[in-house]
């Protein structure tokens, strides 16, 4: 079984720019969720899709980022335009349902850095 | 809304002894607390993980206990070896059943 893809797993842009980074989970798992990671903090959740829908986008820190799953499958996450506090590991993680007993499988993640 | 603290952020041992790291919650409805372990350059994995009607819960030589009326649950890992270095994260899925995460603790085994 394929695990979760990211790409690409590093992107240096400079401020001001866009950057689209994909996630393309299990086959089969309805949900998927994009966390960022600061260096040294918690991951920090960004947003939750049920196939194509968002379920729950109380994470994202403002409307600079737009995450889209057209038809349910791969979700893309834009950041438009880039500001350096947007420096991160950016991951993407999948789980077939939200029973306990459903992990999370995660991406190898994509490393931003905005200079 | 959920808060999940983990300390320490960075654990030194030697090898062969034992590492415990330590997570508390908030949320007294928080019901699944899952840990993952995070090696150098790969992604996020899990390792353990524990339900709320559950004390503690055993794997080879990682255990994780949960204390309800206290709201913390700890990583124990015995006998430790090299391959045990990594950062290892706690979370806590919320009513919501959003997993809530802590800031990780970056576990060394020293040689």
């Known amino acids: 079984e394929a695990g979760v893809t990211q790409f690409p797993s590093h992107s240096v842009i400079e401020k001001g720019q866009t950057v689209t980074l994909r996630c393309d989970p299990i086959s089969g798992h309805d949900n998927l969720y994009w966390y960022r990671r600061v260096m040294g903090k918690e991951i920090k959740f960004l947003l939750h899709f049920v196939k194509e829908s968002k379920q729950d986008e109380s994470g994202m820190p403002n409307n600079r980022f737009l995450a889209e799953r057209t038809g349910g499958t791969y979700s893309t996450l834009k950041v438009q335009p880039a500001e350096l506090e947007d420096s991160g590991v950016y991951f993407c993680?999948?789980?077939?349902?939200?029973?306990?007993?459903?992990?999370?499988?995660f991406g190898n993640g994509t490393r931003l850095t905005v200079t | 809304g959920e808060n999940v603290e983990q300390h320490p952020s960075t654990l030194s041992v030697q090898e062969g002894d034992s590492a415990v790291i330590k997570c508390t919650y908030s949320d007294s409805a928080s019901n699944y607390f899952p840990w993952y372990k995070q090696e150098l350059g790969k992604r996020p994995q899990l390792i353990i993980d524990?339900?709320?009607n559950v004390g503690e819960k055993k794997d080879q030589r990682i255990a994780v206990t949960l204390n309800k009326t206290a709201k913390h649950f700890s990583l124990h890992i015995t006998e430790t070896q090299p391959e045990d270095s990594a950062v290892y994260f706690c979370?806590?899925?919320?009513?919501?059943?959003?997993?809530?995460w802590g800031a990780g603790t970056k576990l060394i085994i020293k040689p």
């Open positions: 524990i339900r709320s």
């Open positions: 979370a806590a899925k919320d009513s919501n059943y959003q997993l809530i």
């Open positions: 993680a999948s789980s077939q349902d939200l029973g306990w007993g459903s992990p999370l499988h």
